[in-house]
């Protein structure tokens, strides 16, 4: 069955379409941490639709309110209603440091890359500036502005000339860099100092500085300790916007509500995605109070209007509070990374993350990334019933975001199979 749904998608989808795996798979139903294929196969999801499902499949707590709104008000635009107000001050009540209790949020509509657009032209319309920060490694989306701010030569190549007001900077990166971890924060803020700095040079007007707190697509560089709250001093001293993107980082995948959190930084704006609705498409942009100067009209959007999203991301908060998913996704991203490290194979160069946002870097004996040895592990982690992901800038990163409900037992039976899969591939 799965590999005729794989046929039909191939027949009948675009070509754009990038299968993770050789092996068909094609899902029919899904519960926690767990996802059976229309064969009956059960999979332990490592993965979780890249960082969405966080409090699980068809979690019901979740599913029922949904339910319940999509036969009562689905839409209703941007009337004010209950569950839309309720997340609003929920988000708010949420947020990092300072702007929990003085902020306000904008909804993108149903991607990231929405959310991503918002905060250009939050940005944008606030300062009065066109200019535009953001990294090396870095992936905001593929709308247009957020494809501008993405690092990805290799999917941006055909597109190009997007928008042109946009410079990228080093990222902090020790271990591909090559350097302690202090020289890495020193090279990245020098990098954004000189665009901030030189009015004369290639940003003369900057608006903002966009920023992963945890690169995600880029591999799970964690920067070293000084690079975030040395970005924030920067662009206090040049009065210019930080705006974190917390889309595949927030919602308690690293063990605080957001990466930001783990730096003790304020953004003045935050986008969010992904796992807020659980699967429900919804992404915002929460942001400063003071930077709330664009007036009626100034960004609008159909669905953001979405009441049955807004219930269920509502949901999906009171449910990582009431089970206490904050903490756990913190023990069990510890457990998870030490499994890994505890690998016997040369082709581990280094395991990162923060809760349970995990990568493990692949390398060869010349310390050249293996990106083969990555989907070689993946396909046997698939073949044995273990769904992993892989990312970085040359996808040599195996990535483990599972589910935060996923439970101790089954991590360590998960992990069996990965580490099994690790060894058994040559390096
Ligand atoms: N920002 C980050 C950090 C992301 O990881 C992604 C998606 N991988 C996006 C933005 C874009 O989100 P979407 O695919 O929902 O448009």
């Known amino acids: ?50 960082s969405v499902l966080n409090v699980g499949h068809a979690n019901p707590y979740v599913a029922e309110a949904a339910a319940e709104q999509s036969h009562t008000l689905p839409h209703s635009l941007d009337f004010p209603t209950e569950p839309r107000l309720d997340l609003i001050e929920k988000l708010e009540s949420i947020a990092p440091g300072g702007l929990a209790g003085a902020s306000r949020v904008v909804f993108g509509g149903p991607t990231g890359s929405d959310a991503v657009e918002g905060s250009i032209k939050l940005a944008k319309q606030y300062t009065g500036n066109r200019g535009m920060v953001a990294f090396y490694g870095a992936f905001h989306g593929e709308t247009s502005g957020a494809f501008s701010l993405s690092a990805d030569g290799k999917y941006k190549r055909d597109y190009t000339p997007l928008l042109a007001e946009v410079e990228h900077a080093q990222y902090p990166y020790p271990f591909r860099q090559g350097v302690p971890p202090e020289e890495a924060v020193d090279r990245a803020l020098d990098d954004v100092q000189t665009l901030l700095g030189d009015r004369y040079g290639a940003m003369p007007n900057p608006a903002g500085v966009w920023v992963e707190p945890i690169q995600g697509e880029g591999g799970v560089v964690v920067p070293p300790e000084g690079f975030m709250s040395g970005l924030r ?9 930080l705006i974190v993107d917390e889309i595949q980082t927030g919602m308690g995948r690293t063990g605080e509500w957001w990466a930001s959190d783990h730096f003790d930084v304020t953004p003045d704006a935050m986008t969010v995605g992904k796992g807020i609705g659980n699967g429900h498409p919804l992404s915002a942009t929460v942001y400063r109070e003071e930077l709330d100067t664009w007036g009626p009209g100034g960004h609008t959007g159909t669905f953001r209007g979405y009441n049955v999203a807004m219930r269920a991301a509502l949901r999906s908060i009171e449910y990582i509070e009431a089970h206490d998913l904050l903490d756990h996704a913190t023990e069990l991203g510890e457990y998870i990374r030490g499994r890994l490290r505890d690998v016997d194979s040369p082709l581990v160069g280094e395991v990162r993350g923060l809760g349970l946002f995990v990568g493990a870097e692949f390398v060869d004996r010349n310390g050249r990334p293996a990106s083969d040895a990555v989907s070689e592990v993946r396909q046997r982690c698939m073949e044995r019933g273990v769904l992993a992901w892989g990312g970085g800038r040359d996808d040599n990163v195996l990535r483990l975001l599972p589910p935060l409900v996923m439970t101790r037992e089954q991590a360590e039976t998960g992990l069996d199979i990965v580490c099994d899969a690790i060894e058994a591939t040559a390096d």
């Not at 941490?33 to 999801?45: C, M, S, W």
């Not at 662009?235 to 210019?240: A, E, P, Q, S």
């Open 233 to 241: 001093d920067l662009c206090d001293d040049y009065d210019v916007p």
């Open 1 to 50: 069955r799965s590999r005729r749904l794989r046929e039909r998608q191939r027949a009948a989808e675009s070509s754009a379409v990038l299968y993770p795996t050789e092996m068909p798979i094609g899902f029919r139903e899904g519960k926690g941490a767990t996802i059976e294929d229309v064969d009956g196969n059960r999979y332990l999801d490592f993965f979780a639709g890249i």
